[in-house]
């Protein structure tokens, strides 16, 4: 798992072997002890490269050993006798250097990166820090201010940036190993202690203590509740602080805690699960490496709203070309202005020009005649978008694929507008679907598999984490986040306020609480569709409305709040008060406080005190709850799926894992019990019914997630 080889006569080249990214495996650790014992006592040898196969120099330590007992050589040791060596090592990084990577790397004495080359220190996006000597070498080499923001974020830099930042000694266009050679050859016979940042204090800075206090004071405020960040800068502070055999030891007691906490597991089993989700599988076995992807180079966009425009400008800067449709002369300007000011801003930010040739705006459904795909994203209307359908097949290729950026409409059903079932399907796109991350993809029961895998490819090109689902109303993300919506304006008729319900929200994790989340989204969305689904309608009493309508619990607070004209930011006015239509802050609202007392006493209501607790039991579990029944549909083919799809598109907060691992974390005993009692208090929810899959997963003695697939029968997972 290392290669060694002797090369130019004097020089040991030590190669890892592990693909895909040559992470430090037990064997890999195994193969570069020998090796650099070896070349330390081979007396021919005068001069050690390590690189990595592949053009990958290393990325890390292995993830996959971190959820078993760990065996082989420990990397500390590793890289101190590396370091202690005497003769010089130079690390030859193309591709990655990341995490224990890069931790290797600062062990050498020097190093050489390909311009290409990506260099960091990711561990606190898997809830740990570099404790392979990280936060002791790395602000022993570039101080402490860079360190920390490195360590903290996780950031990966470039080989240009590692240069100015003294993180490596050169960059080179051509082959890193080559010019790693040559600076070992060059370098030979030169003392060493310089080159041993164990040996080197850190670099100088004023006011190192402020400087940690303001890290530390960001990172709570950037990661509420999360324990990596926190230990970062505690690691960092201990190597400004501390001789380094004390920082190594504090780095190794901060490590310890980390690595054994549920947060850590959570994060990284957020890792796999982002990548698995990739992987897609259809019922039908039709899946990620057996289906090809059509080619897309031409794209249509219908509808210029928000979602279009930000479907737009995510295709454009992908290098796709777009035609973008809309139905009248103002809306189409309207929608143009705003893409090319969103592709502006963006090349600027960037140093580039922005791609605008790649766009058509018109008004002409003919201009997509020679398109490869369509994007609908016209209003949620099913007869709207059945029409749009219809007029499509009439100018398209035959073989184009239609995609419905619906968020929970029957994708059956338009296609069976269509003369093309196999060629539709869904791509939901987040709101602002430039920036948001996660992309539903439906298929329908008559969707190809070609069709998914050139959806799946388009996301995964556009820059989407991409989850495949199937058809039911709101798919995944949206049919659980209906059941939380609910969960949380029950809990405001029953004595709570929007202010503690998001605080315990965003105390659990979450960057916003959901009636924050509500106001910057529009409550008059949710009011429309509730509108169309024939929950609201002339019958209802419009001074005492019902609160129970289709045979279960409904909350008309949401619908009242609307017939008030309160939207939210846009209007000033939602759950909370702004201080004009637009601004961002929210403040509490005393006529929220007496509109919902004003509620209790119309309905007889006896508010009573609710916990923190019983905000996120109800909320968080209900999640759950129903992803349980999605498992059962069949409509997500694993828990990480679910997981992903309410990291990506939902805030949900990573060190929780997501709603099922969070489920799996605390007992899923745990949560059957504490739903029978929700649901003995409240029997008009039916979805607070423990889900029958749930009850059976207890039954057969809570196995952990990553067990579920041998007790689901129709279960794709990859865990
Ligand atoms: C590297 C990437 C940027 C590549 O991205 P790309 O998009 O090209 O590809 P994918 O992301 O799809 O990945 C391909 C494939 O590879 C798998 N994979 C990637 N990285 C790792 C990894 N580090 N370990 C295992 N597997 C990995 C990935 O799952 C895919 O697999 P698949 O089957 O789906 O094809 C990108 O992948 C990336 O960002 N990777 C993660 C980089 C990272 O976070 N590195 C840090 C790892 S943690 C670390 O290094 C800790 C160190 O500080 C050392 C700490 C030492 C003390 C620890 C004590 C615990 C004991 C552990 C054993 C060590 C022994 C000891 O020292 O005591």
Known sequence: MARYTRVKGSIALITLTNPPVNALSAAVRRGI??????????????????????????????????????????????????EAGEKPMVAAIEGVALGGGLELALGCHYRVANTKARLGLPEVTLGLLPAAGGTQRLPRLIGIPAALELITTGRHVSAQEALQLGMVDQVTEGNAVQAAMELALSVIGHPLNPCRLSLRAPVWAPDVDGVCDAALAQVKQRSRGVMAPVACVQAVRAAAMLPYGKGMERERQLMDTLFRSGQAQAMQYAFFAQRNAGKWILPNRAQWNNTKAREVQRAGVIGLG????????????????????????????????????????????????????????????????????????????????????????????VNALICTNTSGLNVDELAAVTDRQPLVVGMHFFAPAHVMKLLEVVYGSRSSPEAVATAMALGKRIGKVCVTVGNCSGFVGNRMLKLYLDQSVYLLEEGATPEQVDQALEEFGFAMGIFKVGDLSGLDVGWRVRKASGLIGPDVDPVKPSRWRLGRRYCPLPDMLCQQGRFGQKTGRGWYLYDSPGSKEAKSDPEIQNFLEDYRRKYGIIPRRITSQEVIERCAFILANEGFRILEDGIAAGPEHIDVIYLFGYGWPRHRGGPMFYASQVGLSVVLEKLEHYHRVHPDVPSLEPSRLLRRLVAEGSPPIQQWKSHIKNLRSHL
């Open 33 to 82: 002890v020998e090796s650099v014992s070896r070349a330390l006592k081979d007396e021919q040898v005068k001069a050690v490269v390590f690189c990595g196969e592949n053009e990958k120099f290393c990325g890390g330590a292995d993830i996959k050993e971190f959820s078993g007992s760990v065996s082989g050589p420990p990397l500390v040791p590793m890289i101190h006798s590396m």
């Open 306 to 397: 928000t979602m279009g425009q930000g479907i737009a400008v995510s295709l454009v800067k992908a290098g796709i070309s777009v035609v973008a449709i809309e139905t009248d002369t103002k809306q189409l300007e309207w929608g143009k202005k705003a893409v090319t000011a969103m592709l502006q801003r963006d090349a600027q930010r960037r140093g580039v020009s922005p791609p605008l040739h790649l766009l058509t705006f018109t008004l002409s459904f003919h201009q997509l005649r020679d398109v490869d795909l369509v994007i609908e994203a016209v209003f949620e209307d099913m007869n709207l978008k059945k029409r749009v359908f219809s007029d499509l097949c009439k100018v398209l290729r």
